[in-house]
Structures are given as C-alpha cells and as structure tokens.
C-alpha cells in the first residue's frame, strides 16, 4: 500500500472551498469543513474500499464540486485508489424509490460569515 494520505487528498482539493462556499451558501468555517471532512473521507476510502462510508451533506456537496471537475476527480482517483471511485447511492438502498432518496438541503441553509 503506498503512503498516499490525506495531507495528500487535501492538497488536491484546492478551490472546492470556494465552490461550496458560494454554491451551497454556507459559512467559510463549514465550507473548509466540508473540504476537511471530503479529505479524510477519500483517505478511509483509501484504507477501507471495501467498506461503506456515508458522508455528512456538507462533505457531499464537496464531492459532488470535485467530481463535477471529472478530468481532476479521474487523475485523483487514479493516484489515490488506482480506480475510478464512483458516486453512488443506489448500490446502498437499492429497496428505496427514488423518490425516498435523501436530497441536498442547499435550499435549507442560512450563510453565516
């Protein structure tokens, strides 16, 4: 296993605090949160594929920034995990309709400086 970490994660990660910051509204404390908790997310994903991690919304939104960002979030997952890391939600509740799925709650949150 290599010595890639989070250190390293984080470092990738650059601009995704602005964009959740202006996108999702939310305070620059919890937008850099959000990048906090995606960098220690991907490093478990690292330690532990096989398990299921399922993210806090903020560290969602953040995911969702860096794969919006497909050619970076692909070298990422290359260097990282040596594969594509994809983002679904279906595998983990295949029994639930769609409609049942958890939606973001952008609309929900009041920015705070």
């Known amino acids: 296993m290599?010595?890639?970490g989070s250190a390293f994660?984080?470092?990738k990660l650059d601009g995704i605090e602005d964009r959740v910051y202006a996108k999702y509204q939310v305070s620059?404390?919890?937008a850099?949160?959000?990048v906090d908790y995606l960098a220690c997310f991907l490093d478990a994903k690292r330690v532990r594929p096989h398990e299921t991690i399922i993210l806090p919304q903020i560290a969602d939104w953040a995911?969702?920034?860096l794969v919006l960002d497909t050619a970076r979030y692909?070298?990422?997952c290359g260097e990282?995990?040596?594969?594509?890391?994809?983002h679904a939600i279906r595998p983990i509740f295949p029994e639930m309709p769609d409609s049942a799925l958890p939606a973001p709650a952008a609309a929900q949150v009041d920015r705070k400086s």
């Open 80 to 86: 990282l995990f040596g594969h594509f890391l994809d």
């Open 2 to 4: 290599n010595d890639t």
């Open 74 to 76: 692909r070298t990422l």
């Open 32 to 34: 850099r949160r959000a």
């Open 9 to 11: 994660a984080h470092a």
């Open 63 to 65: 995911w969702h920034e």
């Open 28 to 30: 620059r404390a919890d």
